[in-house]
């Protein structure tokens, strides 16, 4: 190799060399130089808050049954018929509308005559007629049930008592299990020794209010010279469950 190559080969042996050593200084600097903190995210607490609140219930429904039993089907259903139509006279006379009566089950089934060898015939044809009745005036509830018994109904199946308009119910029951978390989530921050941030979530739960029954789960018979039964409708209960997740400074 003659001088003029070996020159330029020491030239491009240097200049490789200038190169490769920026690169590594360049990556070596790179990998040492570290990264900005991430940013902190404020810590938070979830609670759930409960409230309650309490209204004179001013509607009831009641289930009004009439039950007949005869030996052929013809003569049972013609006398549940006649009760039924005496108890709906009877519903008319006391002011409630027909739009606030409903049947909610009509039932024919046969009676067996049971024997040691099983069923030995029909004893008869029973039939079942039922109306949901809606008493929008409590004050009139011992005086409607005490109507549609003389007119025929022999099965009261309970009465329900509810108040018609729950918005104001729900409202206040809602600003007590606001308030009811807001409290348990300062108690708790209290404790921690932190303090108490803005709302960052809210979910609520309604309850149903409470229905009161007349008696105990099933039906009853009702005496032929039953009197005007006592009502107490009592208190309805709204309840409202409310999580909150608060921030914590």
Request: aromatic share 4%.
């Given at each position: ?56 219930p001013d ?180 309840q409202v ?9």
């Open positions: 190799m003659n001088t003029k190559n070996r020159t330029f080969v020491l030239l491009l042996v240097l200049v490789l060399g200038m190169v490769l050593s920026g690169c590594a200084g360049t990556l070596q600097a790179q990998s040492v130089t570290p990264e900005p903190p991430a940013a902190a995210i404020p810590g938070s607490v979830t609670v759930v808050g409960q409230g309650t609140a309490y209204g004179q509607r009831a429904t009641v289930v009004v049954g009439v039950e007949t039993f005869a030996p052929t089907v013809s003569e049972a259903t013609a006398q549940n018929q006649e009760s039924l139509e005496g108890v709906m006279a009877a519903l008319e006379e006391a002011g409630i509308p027909a739009g606030d009566i409903q049947t909610t089950n009509y039932s024919l089934y046969a009676e067996q005559i049971y024997g040691d060898r099983g069923a030995e015939g029909i004893a008869g044809y029973r039939v079942s007629n039922q109306v949901n009745v809606t008493i929008r005036d409590i004050s009139q509830v011992g005086d409607v049930l005490e109507a549609v018994t003389e007119a025929g109904a022999n099965a009261i199946y309970g009465i329900n008592f509810s108040v018609a308009d729950l918005a104001a119910l729900e409202e206040e029951a809602r600003a007590a299990a606001m308030a009811d978390a807001a409290a348990r989530a300062q108690s708790l921050a209290d404790l921690g020794g932190v303090e108490l941030g803005s709302i960052r979530v809210i979910s609520e739960v309604i309850g149903q209010p409470g229905m009161p029954l007349l008696g105990v789960g099933g039906a009853y018979a009702v005496a032929e010279s039953a009197a005007a039964p006592g009502i107490s409708p009592g208190q309805l209960s709204y469950q409310v999580q909150v997740t608060y921030g914590l400074n």
